[in-house]
C-alpha cells in the first residue's frame, strides 16, 4: 500500500521544539514534494511548509515563518519539520502530503496524505 507516515508529535511545553519526520511506505519521496499542513480543532486546515523534491525551493506559511525549518534528508528518504520556539496556537493535528507536480498550498493537488500526528504545546 503506497502511503506516507508521520511521526514525532506529543506534548511539549510553550517554547519548546519537536521535529516531525514524514517517510512513505511503498515508493520512495525522492521525486516528490513534500507539504506539510495543520489543522487545529474547529479550524481549516492550512499549509505551513513546503519543499520541492530538489529541496531548492521552500516555502513557508506565515504563522510559521522564522520558527519552522522543513529539510529533506536524501539518504534516509524522510522529509522533516523542525519546530522551533512552539505556542498553545501551534497545537494541532500535521500532516504531511506529497506531490509529483510540486509545491502548492491546494490540498487537492497531494497525491498521497498521511494519517496525522497530534502535537500539544501547553505547560
Known amino acids: 500500500q503506497l502511503q506516507v507516515v508521520e511521526s514525532g508529535g506529543g506534548l511539549v511545553q510553550p517554547g519548546g521544539s519537536l521535529r516531525l519526520s514524514c517517510a512513505a511506505s511503498?515508493?520512495?519521496?525522492?521525486?516528490?514534494?513534500i507539504g506539510w499542513f495543520r489543522q487545529a480543532p474547529g479550524k481549516k486546515r492550512e499549509g505551513v511548509a513546503c519543499i520541492t523534491s530538489s529541496g531548492g525551493s521552500i516555502s513557508y506559511g506565515d504563522s510559521v515563518r522564522g520558527r519552522f525549518t522543513v529539510f529533506r534528508d536524501s539518504a534516509k528518504d524522510t522529509v522533516y519539520l523542525q519546530m522551533n520556539s512552539l505556542k498553545p496556537e501551534d497545537t494541532a493535528v500535521y500532516y504531511c502530503a506529497a506531490d509529483r507536480e510540486g509545491c502548492s498550498w491546494i490540498e487537492t493537488l497531494y497525491d498521497y496524505w498521511g494519517q496525522g500526528t497530534q502535537v500539544t504545546v501547553s505547560s
Open positions: 511503498g515508493f520512495s519521496l525522492e521525486r516528490y514534494a
